[in-house]
């Protein structure tokens, strides 16, 4: 089992930067795609970001390219979101989330363990 666990959401103001932190542990996910959704209340979990293990093959959502980056470490066994230029609709609660199958997937289906999310409120 891998456990996922996201940390650095909190409140910004409208153009400012967060930088989100997902540590995995339990055993390695340098061979998984991780993967980065985000989620309002009344809404579907969508996809934001996601890289392969490689680091070769990346996916960002159009609403975010640009704007967001997100990176691996997977001698730390991490995932890192940098969001950057942050809106009002970027305000969400942000999953880690970890894919055993070989790919880049956008489906949250796809994916075999996920965080407890973290919130991200960006309001003046």
């Known amino acids: 089992q891998v456990q996922l666990v996201e940390s650095g959401g909190g409140w910004v103001q409208p153009g400012g930067s967060l930088r989100l932190s997902c540590a995995a542990s339990g055993r390695t996910v340098s061979r998984y795609t991780m993967g980065w959704f985000r989620q309002t209340p009344g809404n579907e979990r969508e996809i934001v970001a996601c890289m392969d293990w490689s680091g070769d093959n990346l996916y960002y959502a159009d609403s975010v390219k640009g704007r967001f980056t997100i990176s691996r470490d997977n001698a730390k066994n991490t995932v890192a979101l940098q969001m950057n230029s942050l809106n009002p609709e970027d305000t969400a609660i942000y999953f880690c989330?970890?894919?055993?199958?070989?790919?880049?997937?956008?489906?949250?289906?796809?994916?075999?363990?996920w965080g407890q999310g973290t919130q991200v409120t960006v309001s003046s």
């Open positions: 989330a970890a894919d055993r199958s070989i790919g880049v997937h956008t489906i949250q289906d796809y994916y075999d363990y």
